[in-house]
C-alpha cells in the first residue's frame, strides 16, 4: 500500500535528519527498504518517546537494535515546535494523529481494557483512526486460530432506501494480568480470493472502534472482510507491533442493473451477475408478509434465474415485494447475498365467470348446488332473482355501488359459504352448496358477479326452471286404447313419458320409448292418448317427467311413476243355427286372442230374454260344450267355456251352446271373481246382430 504523509510530519525539522540516518542503514544493508519504512520515523516522531526501550518497541524486526542510535540522535536533535497535528486526508479514509501530551494520554485512556473487565464506555471524542502507512510490515507467523465472525447489517437512510455497510465485531480483550493496551482494528477486504494479509488488501478504516461502514458497491461475486488487530501500550507500540487476524466474513455480492416491471399481469426481472455466481434465488412475498421472507415464498426454484425471470403466476389485483439474492460458494458452502428487493403491483383485469353450473342432488328436492371456474381475480359473488339484471348490463365494468340500479339488490345475494373441489380434469373449481329454491318460484336467474377494487363485472346469467311435482295420476283403460290423465304441473312447457319394464328404478336412467305432450294439447284431447299398440300387453311401468326449457335447455323436474299390468284383447264370434221355423237351436264360438296362450281364461255364455246381458250375473247362464273336429261334441256340457288354446287366428277350437227354447239375447263373459283380474282382460263383442236370438225384437 502507499506510504502516507502527514502534513505535521513534513513540518518536523528532523524528519530529514532521520531519514538520511535511515538511508544510510539501507545503503549498508543492516536493513532493507521495506522492513525499516519512513512511517516508522513519522510514529517515532509524533509519539515523542526518546527512552531506548520504548523506541526499541516501536521499530520492526532488525531496526530495533538500532534504538539506541535512534535514541542518541533525537537527543541531538532540536525538539518539534511546530502546530498541532492536523487531519490529512487518506484516500477514501482519513487518519487522524493522536494528539501530543495530555490530550493524547486522554484519547488512549477511553480505548484501554482490563483483563476480565467490560470494555468501557465509548467516550465522548470522536474515535481515533489511523492510514495503511501508519501500520508496520506485516511479518508472516503462525495464523491466529481464535477468529470471529464480524456480523454484517445494511444501513438505510431517512427515505428507507439501501445505504452504507456496517460490519460489527466482538471487541478484543487483550491478555495480560493487570496491563493496560491500546487496541488498534483495521478492517480490510479482498474482492473475490480472502486476502493473505493485511497490507495486499484494500483498506476499508482503521481504528479503536468496534465497527466499520463501507458504500464502495460490489464489483465481483465475492468480497471478503477481514479485521486485524494491534495491540500495545500505546498507540505508537500498538501501530509498531504484528497484527492478528481477530475477525472475519465473506460477502456474496447482490445482483447488479437490477429492475423489475409488471407487463399484462406478468411480472418480468432481469440483472446481472459475476460468472462465478451460480444462481439466483427469487421471492414473491405477498404485501402482508413483505418483512418475513422465507423459503415458502420461494418462486422458479429449478432454474439459475441468472439473467432474471418472468412470473406468470403471480394473482391479479394484489401486491407483492420480490427478492433476489445472487448465491455463490464459500469455501465450499452455498452462501445468499443480501436482497435486491422491488414492490410490484400486479395490474388486474375482471374476468367474467361464463360456466356457471346448478345441479340437485337426488332427493334433495329443496336445495341444489352452484359451481364455476374462479377468474384469475377479484372475488365472485352470486345473485339469485325472479328476472334476469336488465338488458346489456353485462356489456362492460360498471362501478360495485351500480348492481343495485340494474336489479341486484343486496337481499337477492346469495351468502352460502363457498368452497373448492377439483373437476374430472383435476382444475379447481369454486362450489357453492345448500342453495334453496323459493317455495313461489318456477323460475329463477343466477348472475355471477366478478368484484375487484370497488369495480363489478357480470358474467353469464343462468336461467333454471322448477317444475311443479305431476300428482293424481291415473290410466284409464279401453278396448282399443289408453288415456293417461294428471294434474298438470306448474311452470312446466311439456310432459314427457318414458316407457320401461315392471318395477323399473327411473334413477338408473331412462331410455327406449317415449312420447311428450304440451299443455295445449292435454287441454285438447284431456289426456295422452295412447293406442293399443304403444303399451306392452304383459305391462310395463310408466315414468312421467315435467319438462321446461331454460336458456335453450330442456330442464326435467322430479320424475313420478305408475304401473300398467297390461291388457289381454281376446274376440270372439257367434253363429246362430235355427230350425226351420227360425227359432234358435244351437250356436258355434270362435275366439282369438291378441297374442298366442296356452289356455284360456273361463268364460260364461249369459242368455237374457228382455236385453243384451250386461254382466255375467245379468241372465241365465247356457250350457255349452267343445266340439271335436268332426263337429260332434267332445265333452259333457258345462256353464263354464275354456278354450285348451287360444290363437291370433281363432281356427282353432269350437264350442257349441245349447240355445233350445231360448228366447232374447245371449251374451259371452269372462267368468272371475277377481277385480284385478278382470281389469288385465278386455273381451270384444261381434256385432250385436250376432247376439240376437229372436228374430224381430229390439
Given at each position: 500500500?502507499?506510504?502516507?504523509h502527514?502534513?505535521?510530519?513534513?513540518?518536523?525539522?528532523?524528519?530529514?535528519?532521520?531519514?538520511?540516518?535511515?538511508?544510510?542503514?539501507?545503503?549498508?544493508?543492516?536493513?532493507?527498504?521495506?522492513?525499516?519504512k519512513?512511517?516508522?520515523?513519522?510514529?517515532?516522531?509524533r509519539?515523542?518517546?526518546?527512552?531506548?526501550e520504548?523506541?526499541r518497541?516501536?521499530?520492526?524486526g532488525?531496526?530495533?537494535?538500532?534504538?539506541?542510535?535512534?535514541?542518541?540522535?533525537?537527543?541531538?536533535?532540536?525538539?518539534?515546535?511546530?502546530?498541532?497535528?492536523?487531519?490529512a486526508?487518506?484516500?477514501?479514509?482519513?487518519a487522524?494523529?493522536?494528539?501530543?501530551?495530555?490530550?493524547?494520554?486522554?484519547v488512549?485512556?477511553?480505548?484501554?481494557?482490563?483483563?476480565?473487565a467490560?470494555?468501557?464506555?465509548?467516550?465522548?471524542?470522536?474515535?481515533?483512526?489511523?492510514?495503511?502507512?501508519?501500520?508496520?510490515?506485516?511479518?508472516?507467523?503462525?495464523?491466529?486460530?481464535?477468529?470471529?465472525?464480524?456480523?454484517?447489517?445494511?444501513?438505510?437512510?431517512?427515505?428507507?432506501k439501501?445505504?452504507?455497510?456496517?460490519?460489527?465485531?466482538?471487541?478484543?480483550?487483550?491478555?495480560?494480568?493487570?496491563?493496560?493496551?491500546?487496541?488498534?482494528?483495521?478492517?480490510?477486504?479482498?474482492?473475490?480470493?480472502a486476502?493473505?494479509?493485511?497490507?495486499?488488501?484494500?483498506?476499508?478504516?482503521?481504528?479503536?472502534?468496534?465497527?466499520?461502514?463501507?458504500?464502495?458497491?460490489?464489483?465481483t461475486?465475492?468480497?471478503?472482510?477481514?479485521?486485524?488487530?494491534?495491540?500495545?501500550?500505546?498507540h505508537?507500540?500498538?501501530l509498531?507491533?504484528?497484527?492478528?487476524?481477530h475477525?472475519?466474513?465473506?460477502?456474496?455480492?447482490?445482483?447488479?442493473?437490477?429492475?423489475?416491471?409488471?407487463?399484462?399481469?406478468?411480472?418480468?426481472?432481469?440483472?446481472?451477475?459475476?460468472?462465478?455466481?451460480?444462481?439466483?434465488?427469487?421471492?414473491?412475498?405477498p404485501?402482508?408478509?413483505?418483512?418475513?421472507?422465507?423459503?415458502?415464498?420461494?418462486?422458479?426454484?429449478?432454474?439459475?434465474?441468472?439473467?432474471?425471470?418472468?412470473?406468470?403466476?403471480a394473482?391479479?389485483?394484489?401486491?407483492?415485494?420480490?427478492?433476489?439474492?445472487?448465491?455463490?460458494?464459500?469455501?465450499?458452502?452455498?452462501?445468499?447475498?443480501?436482497?435486491?428487493?422491488?414492490d410490484v403491483?400486479?395490474?388486474?383485469?375482471?374476468?367474467?365467470v361464463?360456466?356457471?353450473?346448478?345441479q340437485?342432488?337426488?332427493?334433495?328436492?329443496?336445495?341444489?348446488?352452484?359451481?364455476?371456474?374462479?377468474?384469475p381475480a377479484?372475488?365472485?359473488?352470486?345473485?339469485?332473482?325472479?328476472?334476469?339484471?336488465?338488458?346489456?348490463?353485462?356489456?362492460?365494468?360498471?362501478?360495485?355501488?351500480?348492481?343495485?340500479?340494474?336489479?341486484?339488490?343486496p337481499?337477492?345475494?346469495?351468502?352460502?359459504?363457498?368452497?373448492?373441489?377439483?373437476?374430472?380434469?383435476?382444475?379447481?373449481?369454486?362450489?357453492?352448496?345448500?342453495?334453496?329454491?323459493p317455495?313461489?318460484?318456477?323460475?329463477?336467474?343466477l348472475?355471477?358477479?366478478?368484484?375487484?377494487a370497488?369495480?363489478?363485472?357480470?358474467?353469464?346469467?343462468?336461467?333454471?326452471?322448477?317444475?311443479?311435482?305431476?300428482?293424481?295420476?291415473?290410466?284409464?283403460?279401453?278396448?282399443?286404447?289408453?288415456?293417461?290423465?294428471f294434474?298438470?304441473?306448474?311452470?312446466?312447457?311439456?310432459?314427457?313419458?318414458?316407457?320401461?319394464?315392471?318395477g323399473?328404478?327411473?334413477?338408473?336412467?331412462?331410455?327406449?320409448?317415449?312420447?311428450?305432450?304440451?299443455?295445449?294439447?292435454?287441454?285438447?284431447?284431456?289426456?295422452?292418448?295412447?293406442?293399443?299398440?304403444?303399451?306392452?300387453?304383459?305391462?310395463?311401468?310408466?315414468?312421467?317427467?315435467p319438462?321446461?326449457?331454460?336458456?335453450?335447455?330442456?330442464?326435467?323436474?322430479?320424475?313420478?311413476?305408475?304401473?300398467?299390468?297390461?291388457l289381454?284383447?281376446?274376440?270372439?264370434?257367434?253363429?246362430?243355427?235355427?230350425?226351420?221355423?227360425?227359432?234358435?237351436?244351437?250356436?258355434h264360438?270362435?275366439?282369438?286372442s291378441?297374442?298366442d296362450?296356452?289356455?284360456?281364461?273361463?268364460?260364461?255364455?249369459?242368455?237374457?230374454?228382455?236385453?243384451?246381458?250386461?254382466?255375467?250375473?245379468?241372465g241365465?247362464?247356457?250350457?255349452?260344450?267343445?266340439?271335436?273336429?268332426?263337429?260332434?261334441?267332445?265333452?259333457?256340457?258345462?256353464?263354464?267355456?275354456?278354450?285348451?288354446?287360444?290363437?291370433?287366428?281363432?281356427?282353432?277350437?269350437l264350442?257349441a251352446?245349447?240355445?233350445?227354447?231360448?228366447?232374447?239375447?245371449?251374451r259371452l263373459?269372462?267368468?272371475?271373481?277377481?277385480?284385478?283380474?278382470?281389469?288385465?282382460?278386455?273381451?270384444?263383442?261381434?256385432?250385436?246382430?250376432?247376439?240376437?236370438?229372436?228374430?224381430?225384437?229390439?
Open positions: 500500500m502507499p506510504e502516507q502527514h502534513a505535521q510530519d513534513a513540518d518536523d525539522p528532523r524528519l530529514q535528519a532521520l531519514m538520511a540516518w535511515r538511508q544510510r542503514l539501507v545503503d549498508s544493508g543492516h536493513v532493507s527498504r521495506t522492513s525499516f519512513e512511517a516508522h520515523l513519522r510514529l517515532v516522531l509519539s515523542g518517546q526518546t527512552d531506548v520504548q523506541l518497541a516501536m521499530l520492526p532488525a531496526v530495533a537494535e538500532h534504538a539506541e542510535e535512534l535514541a542518541s540522535m533525537l537527543a541531538t536533535l532540536p525538539a518539534d515546535t511546530g502546530s498541532p497535528p492536523a487531519v486526508a487518506s484516500g477514501r479514509h482519513q487522524v494523529a493522536p494528539p501530543p501530551a495530555a490530550a493524547a494520554d486522554e488512549e485512556s477511553t480505548t484501554m481494557f482490563r483483563v476480565g467490560a470494555p468501557a464506555p465509548p467516550p465522548r471524542t470522536a474515535p481515533v483512526t489511523f492510514g495503511a502507512a501508519d501500520f508496520a510490515d506485516f511479518a508472516y507467523g503462525d495464523p491466529v486460530s481464535d477468529v470471529h465472525q464480524a456480523t454484517p447489517r445494511r444501513l438505510r437512510d431517512a427515505s428507507g439501501p445505504a452504507a455497510l456496517e460490519l460489527t465485531w466482538p471487541p478484543y480483550l487483550p491478555k495480560g494480568s493487570g496491563a493496560e493496551s491500546v487496541v488498534i482494528y483495521r478492517v480490510v477486504s479482498g474482492d473475490d480470493t486476502p493473505y494479509s493485511p497490507d495486499r488488501a484494500d483498506l476499508v478504516t482503521a481504528g479503536t472502534a468496534t465497527s466499520a461502514h463501507d458504500d464502495r458497491p460490489f464489483t461475486a465475492l468480497r471478503h472482510y477481514q479485521v486485524w488487530v494491534n495491540v500495545g501500550a500505546t505508537t507500540a500498538a509498531a507491533a504484528q497484527p492478528f487476524k475477525a472475519e466474513t465473506a460477502l456474496v455480492g447482490p445482483v447488479r442493473n437490477f429492475g423489475i416491471r409488471e407487463d399484462g399481469g406478468q411480472v418480468i426481472g432481469q440483472w446481472s451477475v459475476s460468472p462465478a455466481v451460480q444462481s439466483v434465488f427469487v421471492y414473491r412475498v404485501a402482508a408478509e413483505r418483512d418475513r421472507v422465507g423459503p415458502q415464498h420461494r418462486i422458479h426454484a429449478d432454474g439459475d434465474n441468472r439473467t432474471g425471470f418472468v412470473d406468470a403466476t394473482a391479479r389485483g394484489e401486491r407483492y415485494r420480490y427478492v433476489v439474492r445472487a448465491a455463490a460458494p464459500v469455501d465450499g458452502v452455498l452462501r445468499l447475498s443480501e436482497g435486491a428487493e422491488a403491483e400486479i395490474s388486474a383485469v375482471l374476468a367474467p361464463t360456466d356457471l353450473v346448478l340437485q342432488r337426488p332427493g334433495e328436492e329443496s336445495t341444489f348446488e352452484l359451481s364455476w371456474t374462479p377468474p377479484g372475488r365472485v359473488v352470486v345473485y339469485r332473482s325472479q328476472r334476469g339484471p336488465n338488458a346489456g348490463s353485462e356489456a362492460a365494468e360498471l362501478p360495485e355501488a351500480a348492481l343495485e340500479q340494474i336489479g341486484l339488490t337481499d337477492l345475494r346469495l351468502t352460502q359459504p363457498v368452497g373448492t373441489r377439483p373437476d374430472d380434469a383435476g382444475r379447481p373449481r369454486t362450489v357453492m352448496s345448500g342453495v334453496s329454491w317455495t313461489a318460484w318456477s323460475r329463477a336467474y348472475t355471477p358477479v366478478t368484484l375487484l370497488g369495480r363489478a363485472l357480470l358474467g353469464k346469467t343462468l336461467s333454471s326452471v322448477r317444475t311443479g311435482v305431476i300428482r293424481d295420476v291415473d290410466l284409464a283403460e279401453y278396448c282399443n286404447k289408453q288415456v293417461l290423465t294434474d298438470w304441473p306448474a311452470g312446466a312447457t311439456a310432459v314427457e313419458m318414458h316407457v320401461a319394464p315392471k323399473y328404478d327411473p334413477h338408473n336412467g331412462l331410455t327406449g320409448k317415449t312420447r311428450e305432450i304440451t299443455e295445449e294439447e292435454y287441454e285438447k284431447y284431456g289426456g295422452l292418448q295412447l293406442s293399443a299398440q304403444e303399451l306392452p300387453v304383459a305391462g310395463c311401468s310408466l315414468h312421467l317427467a319438462v321446461a326449457f331454460s336458456g335453450g335447455r330442456r330442464v326435467a323436474g322430479a320424475i313420478r311413476s305408475v304401473e300398467y299390468a297390461g289381454l284383447r281376446l274376440q270372439y264370434a257367434m253363429q246362430i243355427h235355427r230350425d226351420p221355423e227360425g227359432r234358435p237351436t244351437h250356436a264360438i270362435a275366439m282369438r291378441q297374442y296362450l296356452p289356455g284360456s281364461p273361463a268364460f260364461v255364455l249369459v242368455n237374457n230374454r228382455d236385453r243384451i246381458p250386461l254382466s255375467a250375473n245379468d241365465e247362464a247356457v250350457d255349452a260344450a267343445p266340439l271335436t273336429t268332426d263337429g260332434r261334441l267332445a265333452d259333457q256340457p258345462s256353464k263354464e267355456l275354456r278354450w285348451s288354446a287360444l290363437t291370433t287366428q281363432g281356427n282353432g277350437e264350442w251352446a245349447n240355445l233350445r227354447g231360448r228366447e232374447g239375447w245371449i263373459f269372462v267368468n272371475s271373481p277377481s277385480p284385478e283380474r278382470l281389469r288385465t282382460i278386455a273381451l270384444l263383442d261381434p256385432p250385436v246382430e250376432t247376439l240376437q236370438l229372436t228374430a224381430g225384437r229390439p
